[in-house]
């Protein structure tokens, strides 16, 4: 999808999911014949002119200062991802062409010392588009199923998404599915000249019809921080908090780990899934 069309998409489907009386208007007659929203209510509650805001909606955000995206966000009742993809249409919008995201570096060293010195819980460092750069041995063992795959970078997306390991791994699975397509919409709007990114989402397009139609619902979300439901198949259910932090010396990197309360089911089951994960170890080393 080109660029252009990602903002009409985006903005006309937030558009239609708001009511006039969500929206603080008055209703006249009931008969409307549009879902939600029309352009000229959308002008009227961001204090802009109907041309103006006809003209943004047809993809066309180049220029627009931070006051207009702003009234819009208000207008249109957007939540924290959605103001933070708005803003990152625009900036696209403006920027040049031609203008590629910086190449991934290798992880520096300092950051798998990080890594490496987190042995009790599972934790990794992944990329913008959801591959694991780095994992510690926790991880490994938690997500073995993932890391069985040998497409390398190993990603959580497309685990999620094309392996059906995924729907007996996630308690959850529907809201893990919507978490992740939400990420990489935002990543998207980010990045649209990404390559790697939009090779990813061209797969699963392809492959998911599940992805395809979270994709076309144009919703974002931050992935921060949270509590995630597991079922392993060694170690049984658990529950587990997650935290997702950024790197502002690396961009684009963020490590994620999980964690449970000490004496918790889920805290005494991560004890067990390291005493496994130690004997898959030398399984291993004796075979060699």
């Known amino acids: 999808m080109g660029h252009r069309a990602e903002i009409k ?3 006309s489907s937030r558009r239609a999911r708001l009511t006039p009386e969500q929206a603080g208007l008055p209703m006249y007659g009931g008969n409307r014949r549009v879902k939600g929203l029309r352009r000229e209510e959308v002008a009227l509650l961001a204090g802009v002119s109907v041309d103006y805001y006809v003209r943004i909606e047809r993809g066309n955000l180049a220029g627009a200062s931070e006051g207009v995206l702003e009234a819009l966000s208000r207008a249109l009742q957007l939540d924290d991802a959605e103001r933070d993809h708005l803003h990152a249409l625009a900036r696209e919008s403006d920027a040049a062409p ?3 995201r ?5 992880l520096r060293p300092a950051l798998q010392q990080i890594l490496d010195s987190i042995t009790d819980v599972p934790a990794w460092i992944r990329n913008a588009n959801f591959d694991i750069v780095a994992a510690n041995g926790l991880s490994h063992a938690l997500y073995a199923a993932m890391f ?3 497409h390398r970078p190993a990603n959580t997306a497309r685990f999620t998404f094309l392996d059906p390991a995924a729907r007996d791994f996630f308690v959850d ?3 893990a599915a919507d978490d992740l397509a939400a990420s990489l919409r935002l990543q ?3 990045n649209p000249h990404d390559k790697a990114l939009t090779q990813l989402i061209g797969e699963l ?3 998911s019809e599940t992805f395809r139609t979270r994709w076309a619902a144009h919703n974002v979300r931050f992935h921060r921080s949270g509590r995630k439901k597991l079922h392993h198949p060694v170690v049984g259910d658990l529950e587990i908090d997650f935290e997702a932090m950024e790197f502002p010396s690396d961009p684009g990197l963020t490590m994620v780990v999980y964690t449970a309360p000490a004496g918790s ?3 005494d089951a991560f004890k067990l899934l390291a005493s496994w994960s130690a004997t898959q170890q030398t399984v291993a080393q004796d075979k060699e």
């Open 148 to 150: 069985a795959d040998p």
């Open 188 to 190: 998207a709007g980010k």
């Open 9 to 11: 998409e985006f903005l």
């Open 173 to 175: 699975w529907e809201r």
């Open 205 to 207: 397009s392809t492959r």
């Open 98 to 100: 031609a203008r590629r």
């Open 265 to 267: 089911p889920t805290g």
């Open 102 to 106: 910086t190449p991934a570096k290798a």
